[in-house]
Nanobody
Framework: VQLVESGGGLVQAGASLRLSCAAS????????MAWFRQAPGKDREFAAS????????LYADSVKGRFTISRDNAKNTVYLQMSSLKPEDTAVYYC?????????????????WGQGTQVTVSS
């Protein structure tokens, strides 16, 4: 399974960004997907998760109401739309998947990870 993130960049506080994660190597539409992030000097943390068909969503409290996870199973791609960005959202963002079909917030549930994309939010 290969996961390739894109869409990161440098933006000002209050701006929006959309991250994409293209998946290959297995039947994308059967499995749940998630986004995690890791800020400098901090542990990796959960951001959002989506079930196999997009019917269930789960968000960390820190991003709820500002970030939206979605997927396009025809394109084997999961997205993270980020709005009202804050400097504390600065991190490397990773997409992940595993054997799960639903939503989970623990990184132990995910077996495959992308290389990450950097998001930097200036104040």
């Amino acid at each position: 399974v290969q996961l390739v993130e894109s869409g990161g960049g440098l933006v000002q506080a209050g701006a929006s960004l959309r991250l994409s994660c293209a998946a290959s190597g297995r039947t994308f539409s059967r499995y749940g997907m998630a986004w995690f992030r890791q800020a400098p000097g901090k542990d990796r943390e959960f951001a959002a998760s989506i079930s196999w068909n997009g019917g269930k969503l789960l968000y960390a409290d820190s991003v709820k109401g500002r970030f939206t996870i979605s997927r396009d199973n025809a394109k084997n791609t999961v997205y993270l739309q980020m709005s009202s960005l804050k400097p504390e959202d600065t991190a490397v963002y990773y997409c992940a998947t595993g054997q799960l079909t639903g939503v989970r917030s623990s990184d132990n549930e995910y077996d495959y990870w992308g290389q990450g994309t950097q998001v930097t939010v200036s104040s």
